[in-house]
C-alpha cells in the first residue's frame, strides 16, 4: 500500500527556512515522479517542485524561483522540500504526492497518491 508522511512544517519567522520531508512507503523511490504542492486557506492548490525518481530531473513552478530546492534520498526513501527566506505568502498546507507514470509535471490530477499534508506558518 503505498503512504506518504510529510513532516518538518511548523511556525517560523519571515526569513527563515525549512526543509519539509516526505517519506514513501509501500513502493521504493526507484521510479515515479514525487511532486510538492501546498493549499492556503481559501486558495487553490498549487504545485511548487517535482523530482523524477528515475533520473533526479527537476521541474519548479515559476513562483519557486531560487526559494524552493526538491531533492531526493532513494537510499531513504524520502524526498525533502528546501524552502528559504519564506515570507507570509508561504503560510500553507504542504502536501507530497506520487505520480506513478512518472511525467514531469504539476498537474495535480496527475497525482493519484497523496500524503496528509504539514502546516507551515510563517508569522512573527
Known amino acids: 500500500q503505498v503512504q506518504l508522511v510529510e513532516s518538518g512544517g511548523g511556525l517560523v519567522q519571515p526569513g527563515g527556512s525549512l526543509r519539509l520531508s516526505c517519506a514513501a512507503s509501500?513502493?521504493?523511490?526507484?521510479?515515479?515522479?514525487i511532486g510538492w504542492f501546498r493549499q492556503a486557506p481559501g486558495k487553490e492548490r498549487e504545485g511548487i517542485a517535482c523530482?523524477?525518481?528515475?533520473?533526479?530531473?527537476?521541474y519548479y513552478a515559476n513562483f519557486a524561483g531560487s526559494r524552493f530546492f526538491i531533492a531526493r534520498d532513494n537510499a531513504r526513501n524520502t524526498v525533502y522540500l528546501q524552502m528559504y527566506n519564506l515570507n507570509s505568502e508561504d503560510t500553507a498546507a504542504y502536501y507530497c504526492?506520487?505520480?506513478?507514470?512518472?511525467?514531469?509535471?504539476?498537474?495535480?490530477?496527475?497525482?493519484?497518491?497523496w500524503g496528509q499534508g504539514t502546516q507551515v506558518t510563517v508569522s512573527s
Open positions: 504526492a506520487v505520480d506513478i507514470d512518472e511525467r514531469l509535471g504539476l498537474n495535480s490530477y496527475d497525482y493519484a497518491y
Open positions: 509501500g513502493f521504493t523511490l526507484d521510479y515515479y515522479t
Open positions: 523530482i523524477s525518481l528515475t533520473d533526479g530531473s527537476t
